[in-house]
């Protein structure tokens, strides 16, 4: 076996998997853990010196992917994800771009990659985009034909909220988030007591509908997706075994077959 193969199969060793999983979480505490004054005054030391460890594990790994799977490497796109995750941690911490080291908590994300049931979600979602793009832009024109709407019956009446089309839109958008949309309809109410039909269907439209679209896209487009290697292993013995029975039936058609001869 080659260095290049000792070095994949290391990487993909379950133990290396789950102690790449393990830094991630704890370097993600710790980083969150330096948000703290009390904290970094008792243990910062501590602290910086388990976010160097981890950044330079990650490092190794990247590094040691690369020599592993050498071109390859650059034809996965979460490899590139978590090449621009960790080239982010090695922004300078002083100058002008100190502002981005508070991007270092992105090292979390690279628990997407870590995690097969996770990458499966987020590849689902990817596929899902052309889907809800389509639904956000039929929300989007809901949304605008309500608020043309709102702002010639209740600009009158409410001003602050309906007074011209941007005023509209946005306290639609807040009413479609269920934020505080009760007293928004009770001003309205005030004075055109038939006004709660209108906020009603809407964010029935609005809410209920376009949600259950959107999970109904993204349910669609995981069930699409490939399946995990748990399911791949299950679906290969399933055709093992479809195999041995065939086999196994295929030696007792001949038995039956040689057995009115035998008699004989």
């Not at 009446?157 to 269920?178: H, K, N, Y």
């Not at 699409?224 to 292993?233: G, I, K, L, V």
């Amino acid at each position: 076996m080659s260095a290049q193969e000792r070095v994949r199969a290391v990487l993909e060793h379950r133990f290396a998997q789950r102690a790449i999983i393990f830094v991630i979480v704890v370097n993600a505490i710790t980083i969150g853990c330096e948000t703290s004054a009390y904290l970094m005054e008792q243990i910062g030391g501590l602290l910086h010196a388990v976010d160097r460890i981890a950044l330079t594990v990650f490092i190794v790994e990247l590094a040691a992917r690369l020599f592993a799977y050498r071109k390859s490497f650059f034809t996965d796109p979460w490899n590139w994800f978590d090449t621009v995750i960790v080239a982010i941690a090695l922004i300078p911490a002083s100058g002008p771009t100190s502002v981005l080291r508070a991007l270092r908590i992105l090292r979390a994300l690279r628990l997407v990659s870590a995690v097969p049931s996770m990458r499966r979600v987020v590849s689902a979602l990817l596929a899902a985009v052309p889907g809800m793009a389509s639904i956000i832009g039929l929300l989007v024109l809901m949304i605008y034909i309500a608020a043309v709407i709102a702002t010639k019956l209740f600009g009158d009446i409410v001003p602050e909220r309906f007074d011209d089309l941007p005023r509209s839109l946005f306290t639609l958008f807040q009413i479609m988030t269920g934020d505080d949309w009760g007293n928004m309809a009770q001003e309205v109410m005030q004075d055109k007591p038939w006004a709660w039909l209108f906020f009603i269907v809407y964010i029935l439209m609005s809410t209920f509908v376009a949600l259950n679209l959107f999970i109904a896209v993204v349910v669609n487009a995981m069930n699409d997706t490939e399946p995990s290697m748990a399911e791949s292993r299950t679906q290969a013995e399933l055709e093992e075994m479809k195999q041995e029975l065939a086999a196994v039936n295929a030696k007792l058609d001949q038995l039956l077959m040689r057995e009115p001869t035998g008699s004989r």
